[in-house]
């Protein structure tokens, strides 16, 4: 079993619509749930970090955590074709709190 | 931009030789971490230093090693390049004050292994 798993994806929405990103992890112990987002040839970029349960909204990103269903997911409201790219999903755990990230959802918004 | 740096951006070897790609972390972080990317795949980490000490390694052989600086930045180092070490490689900056555990990434070396 992955520890970090994500939708296999490709996701394809409309301009405007919500996209919704899922992931679930396997380690309990996890404390901190990351987002990065991944453009075609560029290095991740860390666009949500989430670490209560809950929801956690910045502009037009939701991060949403269920630690007791292992799950963490990403809303992304009136979505833009920028905002095409894999979004990565990252649990912060292990002794040196290293990252352990899920292969990726490739998100592409319909103009 | 993250105020973290990586060199060189490319780079192609050929199978057995050594490489070492550097990288600086951003102002205020004591910590780096290094990862490899395969293409189609998350990064996976390679291992971390923190105050110039190896804090945490992930599943790699020992042909891959790494230092860190006192000024916090840090080099990994491979030897004997296989044609599977072909991937991209980055590096994070973390361990800030104000927010400890958001590891922020550089650019990243594209490294080819023929």
């Known amino acids: 079993q992955k520890e970090v798993e994500q939708n296999s994806g490709p996701l394809s929405v409309p301009e405007g619509a919500i996209a919704s990103l899922n992931c679930t992890y396997s380690?309990?112990?996890?404390?901190?749930f990351f987002w990065y987002r991944q453009y075609s040839g560029k290095s991740p970029e860390l666009i949500m970090f989430?670490?209560?349960?809950g929801d956690k909204e910045d502009g037009r990103f939701t991060a949403q955590l269920n630690k007791a269903s292992q799950y963490v997911s990403l809303l992304i409201r009136d979505s833009q074709p920028s905002d095409s790219a894999t979004y990565l999903c990252?649990?912060?755990?292990?002794?040196?709190?290293?990252?352990?990230f899920g292969s990726g959802t490739q998100l592409t918004v319909l103009p | 931009e993250t105020g973290v740096t990586q060199s060189p951006t490319h780079l192609i070897k050929t199978r057995g030789q050594q490489v070492t790609l550097r990288c600086s972390s951003q102002?205020?972080?004591?910590?780096v971490s290094w990862y490899q990317q395969a293409l189609g795949q998350g990064p996976q980490f390679i291992f971390q230093?923190?105050?110039?000490?190896?804090?945490g390694r992930g599943n790699f052989p020992p042909r891959f090693s790494g230092l860190q600086f006192p000024n916090y930045s840090s080099e990994l180092n491979v030897n004997a390049l296989e044609l599977d070490d072909s991937a991209l490689y980055l590096c994070?900056?973390?361990?800030?004050?104000?927010?400890?555990?958001?590891?922020?990434f550089g650019p990243g070396t594209r490294l080819t292994v023929t």
């Open positions: 990252a649990v912060n755990a292990g002794s040196a709190r290293q990252l352990t």
């Open positions: 380690d309990r112990g996890s404390q901190s």
């Open positions: 989430i670490y209560s349960n």
């Open positions: 102002s205020g972080h004591n910590t």
């Open positions: 230093y923190y105050r110039e000490e190896e804090n």
């Open positions: 994070a900056s973390h361990g800030g004050r104000s927010s400890p555990y958001e590891q922020y």
